[in-house]
């Protein structure tokens, strides 16, 4: 006998003993492998040019696409179920209205899908505009992370919206993993939305954002305090953002009550947590700075206290 084996035995059995005295109370999880797996698919039916090749005819492209939608809608209402079992208000339903739930959830996104397009193609042409770099749309539905991560807010949000627990978030988990973009499904986020580079993007679950924003790398959306715990829940925690806005990189904007004015200019490392008037720039005022070159030779320019200064745009 393997010294391990003593240790396998009484963990497995610890297990089963678990699984044995909560088999009446722990639903059955979604798949996560499935629902990562209809992210890819409604990829593929929101820009079908772009992931199919980009030579299929018409009519062919439409038999495929139905039958891809027939698939996520299959795989959607299964996966609800399961996750509406997470519910309280469905924990004592009988399995067939569960299942029948489920089945309406799945009619009522694929209804949605239409909208879905509109917005990712708005935000496509943002970041089409907003970037010199990029060298075509098709580049940027592609390659680029913050459009990817975009696109599965999209899909998540109306889920959240829906109602269907679990599966919206493991959607943005997933892309924050993938992308290093976290984006609450339960933000609200207008059209002609611009994520530049995005890594370490942070927008909370009560974060609401007008239309042609457009954010910086390590922007964060945030609560100004989560001690509350689950009191919070429902409260407005997250910062509105209002239409024309750009926060450069670094920037924090932090609070429920926090509104930024339309066309307002955030600067990079701002720490902001009380609202700003429309057309105003705020900027961090007078860092200090060290210099040292390779003698060890160090001179310090010491400047005044950080503040922020405000102008008018």
């Given at each position: 006998?393997?010294?391990?084996?003593?240790?396998?035995?009484?963990?497995?059995?610890?297990?089963?003993?678990?699984?044995?005295?909560?088999?009446?109370?722990?639903?059955?999880?979604?798949?996560?492998?499935a629902?990562?797996?209809m992210?890819?698919?409604?990829?593929?039916?929101?820009?079908p040019?772009?992931?199919e090749?980009?030579?299929?005819?018409?009519?062919?492209?439409k038999?495929?696409?139905?039958?891809m939608l027939?698939?996520?809608?299959?795989?959607?209402?299964l996966?609800?179920?399961?996750?509406?079992?997470?519910?309280?208000?469905?924990?004592?339903?009988?399995?067939?209205?569960?299942n029948?739930?489920?089945?309406?959830?799945?009619?009522?996104?694929?209804?949605?899908?239409?909208?879905?397009?509109?917005?990712?193609?708005?935000?496509?042409?943002?970041?089409?505009?907003g970037?010199?770099?990029?060298?075509?749309?098709?580049?940027?539905?592609?390659?680029?992370?913050?459009?990817?991560?975009?696109?599965?807010?999209?899909?998540?949000?109306?889920?959240?919206?829906?109602?269907v627990?679990?599966?919206?978030?493991?959607?943005?988990?997933?892309?924050?993993?993938?992308?290093?973009?976290?984006?609450?499904?339960?933000?609200?986020?207008?059209k002609?939305f611009?994520?530049?580079?995005?890594?370490?993007?942070?927008?909370?679950?009560?974060?609401?954002?007008?239309?042609?924003?457009?954010?910086?790398?390590?922007?964060?959306?945030?609560?100004?305090?989560?001690?509350?715990?689950?009191?919070?829940k429902?409260?407005?925690?997250?910062?509105?953002?209002?239409?024309?806005?750009?926060?450069?990189?670094?920037?924090?904007i932090?609070?429920?009550?926090?509104?930024?004015?339309?066309?307002?200019?955030?600067?990079?490392?701002?720490?902001?947590?009380?609202?700003?008037?429309?057309n105003?720039?705020?900027?961090?005022?007078?860092?200090e700075?060290?210099?040292?070159?390779?003698?060890?030779?160090?001179a310090?320019?010491?400047?005044?206290?950080?503040?922020?200064?405000?102008?008018?745009?």
């Amino acid at each position: 006998m393997r010294p391990i084996d003593a240790e396998i035995e009484q963990v497995s059995e610890a297990i089963l003993d678990y699984l044995e005295r909560n088999r009446e109370t722990i639903p059955k999880q979604p798949d996560k492998a499935a629902i990562i797996a209809m992210i890819g698919k409604l990829q593929h039916i929101l820009f079908p040019t772009h992931f199919e090749g980009g030579h299929i005819r018409g009519g062919s492209l439409k038999n495929r696409i139905g039958v891809m939608l027939e698939e996520v809608a299959h795989e959607l209402a299964l996966q609800t179920g399961f996750a509406l079992r997470h519910d309280f208000s469905c924990k004592s339903r009988p399995q067939e209205e569960v299942n029948e739930a489920a089945d309406e959830i799945a009619l009522q996104f694929i209804k949605r899908i239409p909208v879905i397009k509109e917005h990712l193609e708005s935000d496509v042409e943002a970041i089409y505009k907003g970037d010199p770099s990029a060298y075509s749309k098709a580049e940027i539905i592609i390659s680029y992370p913050g459009a990817y991560a975009g696109m599965v807010y999209r899909v998540a949000h109306e889920l959240y919206l829906l109602s269907v627990p679990l599966i919206p978030r493991i959607m943005s988990e997933y892309a924050h993993s993938v992308t290093g973009i976290d984006i609450h499904p339960g933000a609200a986020i207008g059209k002609y939305f611009f994520m530049d580079h995005g890594t370490g993007i942070v927008i909370g679950e009560t974060t609401v954002i007008g239309d042609h924003v457009k954010l910086f790398q390590g922007v964060t959306l945030g609560a100004l305090s989560t001690q509350g715990g689950q009191n919070l829940k429902g409260v407005k925690r997250h910062p509105t953002i209002n239409d024309h806005v750009t926060i450069y990189s670094g920037a924090s904007i932090l609070g429920g009550d926090t509104i930024i004015g339309q066309g307002a200019i955030i600067g990079g490392n701002a720490f902001v947590v009380k609202s700003v008037p429309e057309n105003t720039r705020v900027t961090v005022k007078n860092p200090e700075l060290q210099f040292r070159n390779n003698r060890n030779i160090s001179a310090r320019v010491e400047l005044d206290q950080t503040e922020f200064w405000f102008y008018a745009i």
